[in-house]
């Protein structure tokens, strides 16, 4: 017997569980399910995003309603119009096997006439914005007078978008005998006060600390003065080539400017708040969900309860005014048992919300250094390399190949590879040999390097290179567990371990640069060479601090892109595709 089906659900819904590849409840669909399932109750769960809320609500909901009927039986209301679809598809993937049921979205910015139509043919299911949905009550298209479960998901941000009154409104349509259930990250007043005045007693279930980050996200801070958010933000992004990631900013006008910047620079990126129109808001859902863009920039609100796995990095431009805000942001990664990384970038002055977050998630953050243009020039020129081994050879190339080694006539291995690398990478060192060192020094990393300094071998650490990364299923952590064991070391030896996609760098105190080197001599890891070289920047050590150089205009030129599309497109391309992505989302 799964555990799931100890849940006590039907054979149809265990079914589509099966289908949807889910094969252990998560904690808070192990307490809800069965509870709503037994009997009328009201219930308040919170539970952090990621933990699989909808599926707690969403599967009891569909054995409890009556599929032969067509009345609305139940009401689900979401903050965000990417929500109520997502949710909308999500029960629908549930109910799959479930005949007879029908879900309706209903949202603004879409044709209301087409959504009351859907209406009118039998929604059992009634998932809506509040704002929509009350335009709909006040124009009769919608009929909740016969529900029997009402759900408030995400309750924490529709109070914080000042959906109170739309709620209390809705409610009013609502019969008194029916069941609530919330659903909350966070247990703010004003949903305590919800819970109080439109709940019966409600059960309350409590998954994991309240108010706490997940702990699959490291969390990360970078000083810089208050002009070099964006250079700082670029070079992150060029040190994590397959970065993915959801870059918040604290309003729509900066939202769109930094995705505008980023776009004219030559990432792949996209904007997302709530100044788009409904349609550029899909197409750059889209282009994300596929991965078409690699940073998506957005507010807090257009943001909030997007599920999108796999995000690595959670990128703060600038730190949120409440620090809920921030555990909302931070668990955008980390999700489904994936570790991710949360990275703010901080003036000095803002230190002081580092620590106050620090408190709240009870997480210590990681003080990083803004990767040097040395740093981000290795990592790339790795990466190109990488990106050339894993490239598959065209089918058209071939017939060219006469024609293309006569060009190439005389050129012998070693400098064709030279030449070919330098094609992309040119471009790059040219950028970041122009650049100056973005790092501010605060309080507290002042006293980090007196540490680091105090217990270190006189001339500080060693950088390396290792040819696994990610791919070979490294994070971090078991990197570093696994260099450390594989060379005999001792727990604090290894340290600034980044793992790349197919390649990693890690420091060690220059005392065990020889164990280690000699440890990676010819080893094989599956009859794999896993190889440990000294890397060339200078990474670990503290390098050159405040050496502005003459370079200091600010970095808003281009940094000439890049490999990422290096074995799709044509270097040449970039720039119309550049712009046909441009017109596509603005
Ligand atoms: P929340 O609403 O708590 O933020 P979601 O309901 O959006 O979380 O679920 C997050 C992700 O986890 C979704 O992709 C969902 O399909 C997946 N998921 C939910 N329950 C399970 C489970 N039991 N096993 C595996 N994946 C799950
Ligand atoms: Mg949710």
Not at 113 to 127: D, H, L, M, N, W
Request: glycine share 8%; hydrophobic share 35%; net charge positive.
């Amino acid at each position: 017997m799964t555990k799931f089906e100890a849940l006590g659900l039907q054979q149809s819904l265990l079914d589509a569980v099966a289908d949807m590849g889910f094969e252990t409840p998560s904690e808070v669909q192990e307490k809800a399910i069965p509870i709503l399932l037994q009997g009328e109750i009201d219930l308040v769960a919170l539970a952090q995003t990621g933990t699989g809320k909808t599926a707690a609500f969403g599967f009891p909901l569909i054995q409890k309603i009556e599929s032969a009927s067509r009345t609305t039986q139940g009401l689900i209301l979401s903050p965000t119009r990417e929500l109520c679809l997502q949710i909308t598809n999500e029960i629908q993937a549930y109910a799959k096997y479930e005949k007879g049921v029908n879900v309706v979205a209903i949202y603004g910015g879409a044709s209301i006439t087409e959504q009351s139509r859907q209406i009118k043919r039998g929604a059992q299911i009634v998932v809506a914005t509040p704002g929509r949905m009350k335009d709909m009550i006040g124009r009769g298209l919608v009929d909740i007078s016969k529900i029997d479960y009402c759900i408030l998901d995400e309750a924490d941000e529709m109070l914080n978008m000042g959906f109170y009154e739309d709620i209390k409104d809705i409610l009013s349509n609502t019969p008194k005998e029916k069941s609530t259930w919330l659903f909350s990250a966070t247990m703010p007043k004003e949903v305590a006060t919800i819970a109080k005045k439109f709940m019966h007693s409600p059960q309350e279930i409590t998954v994991g600390t309240k108010n706490s980050g997940a702990t699959t996200v490291q969390h990360e801070y970078y000083v810089v003065g208050g002009r070099d958010r964006y250079p700082a933000l670029k070079r992150l992004a060029d040190a994590h080539p397959d970065i993915f990631s959801v870059v918040f900013c604290r309003t729509k006008r900066d939202t769109q400017k930094v995705a505008e910047n980023l776009i004219e620079d030559g990432y792949n990126a996209g904007a997302l708040h709530g100044d788009l129109s409904q349609n550029q808001r899909d197409l750059v859902m889209n282009a994300f969900r596929k991965k078409q863009i690699q940073m998506l920039v957005a507010t807090d609100v257009a943001a909030r309860g997007i599920d999108v796995d796999d995000i690595t990095h959670v990128i703060n431009y600038q730190l949120p005014d409440e620090i809920e805000t921030y555990t909302h942001r931070s668990g955008r990664t980390g999700r489904a048992g994936k570790s991710g990384i949360s990275m703010v970038i901080v003036t000095r002055s803002e230190m002081r919300k580092i620590q106050a977050i620090e408190k709240k998630i009870k997480q210590q953050f990681i003080n990083k250094k803004i990767p040097t243009g040395p740093e981000i020039c290795e990592i790339q020129l790795y990466h190109l390399a990488n990106k050339i081994k894993d490239t598959e050879i065209a089918k058209d190339v071939e017939g060219y190949l006469p024609a293309v080694n006569d060009v190439l006539q005389g050129i012998d291995r070693d400098e064709l590879i030279q030449k070919i690398v330098s094609v992309e990478f040119t471009r790059f060192s040219n950028y970041y040999n122009k650049t100056k060192d973005l790092n501010t020094v605060d309080s507290r990393d002042r006293d980090n390097r007196k540490r680091e300094k105090g217990s270190m071998s006189g001339n500080g650490s060693v950088r390396y290179f290792i040819n696994v990364g990610e791919k070979d299923g490294y994070d971090w952590m078991s990197l570093k567990d696994f260099i450390r064991d594989t060379a005999s070391l001792g727990r604090e030896d290894i340290f600034r371990v980044d793992v790349k996609d197919s390649f990693s760098f890690f420091n060690s105190e220059a005392a065990v640069t020889d164990q280690i080197l000699n440890t990676f001599t010819e080893f094989k890891v599956d009859g794999r060479f896993v190889n440990v070289e000294v890397s060339k920047s200078p990474g670990g050590s503290s390098g050159k601090r405040g050496g502005r150089d003459k370079g200091r205009r600010r970095d808003k030129d281009r940094t000439g892109r890049r490999d990422r599309n290096f074995a799709k497109n044509s270097p040449k391309d970039s720039g119309k595709r550049r712009s046909k992505r441009r017109s596509d989302f603005f």
